[in-house]
T-cell receptor
């Protein structure tokens, strides 16, 4: 079985500061990992994904994440926060076999302080 | 590309009525569609997975007779909440996927807010 743990249900940073959202996963098979962003009353938008290859993945809006197998982590970072980054962020894992269902973390609400 | 729509975006109904939510893949043929439920300030919970032309596979604890899923074509899936009650009020999100490079990437709809009075 797969699972995802997002450390910190709420993260608050100042505008221009580094954003770090933590995600750890558990998977018995090589995982595919994702970060999604959700704005209020909207669906999910894919920020970035790791499938195979380079472990440092760049996504949209200046976000990036690094897959660290030894730490079973896939933390999301952005060097400089912008007010528009305020949203809910979800880390998710799936396997490449079977139904390929996504398993989501509990989410992290990112607040940007002016 | 890979746009998924949902209709309606918001619905309010009386207790005991049934509500149908549509999920459409607009520019691709979806091999699989997924239905999620999201409670306020919580994560997404997978309700069921459906493949075109076959019965949906429901997750444990999801009532099949309560949440009817029909996947009639490669671009349309519907979720019907039967005899809705206030506890069914939630945000329902669908996703559609197609196989690409051996992986079924999911594309999400904008969600439907259901309020049962």
């Amino acid at each position: 079985a797969q699972s995802v743990t997002q450390l910190g249900s709420h993260v608050s940073v100042s505008e221009g500061a580094l954003v770090l959202l933590r995600c750890n996963y558990s998977s018995s098979v090589p995982p595919y990992l994702f970060w999604y962003v959700q704005y209020p009353n909207q669906g999910l938008q894919l920020l970035l994904k790791y499938t195979t290859g380079a472990t440092l993945v760049k996504g949209i809006n200046g976000f990036e994440a690094e897959f660290k197998k030894s730490e079973t982590s896939f933390h999301l970072t952005k060097p400089s926060a912008h007010m528009s980054d305020a949203a809910e962020y979800f880390c998710a894992v799936t396997d490449i076999q079977g139904a390929q269902k996504l398993v989501f973390g509990q989410g992290t609400r990112l607040t940007i302080n002016p | 590309g890979a746009v998924v729509s949902q209709h309606p975006s918001r619905v309010i109904c009386k207790s005991g009525t049934s509500v149908k939510i549509e999920c459409r893949s607009l520019d691709f043929q979806a091999t699989t569609m997924f239905w999620y439920r999201q409670f306020p300030k919580q994560s997404l919970m997978l309700m069921a997975t459906s493949n075109e032309g076959s019965k949906a596979t429901y997750e444990q604890g999801v009532e099949k007779d309560k949440f009817l899923i029909n996947h009639a074509s490669l671009t349309l899936s519907t979720l019907t909440v039967t005899s809705a009650h206030p506890e069914d009020s939630s945000f329902y999100i669908c996703s559609a996927s197609y196989r690409d490079m051996g992986y079924n990437e999911q594309f999400f709809g904008p969600g439907t807010r259901l309020t049962v009075l």
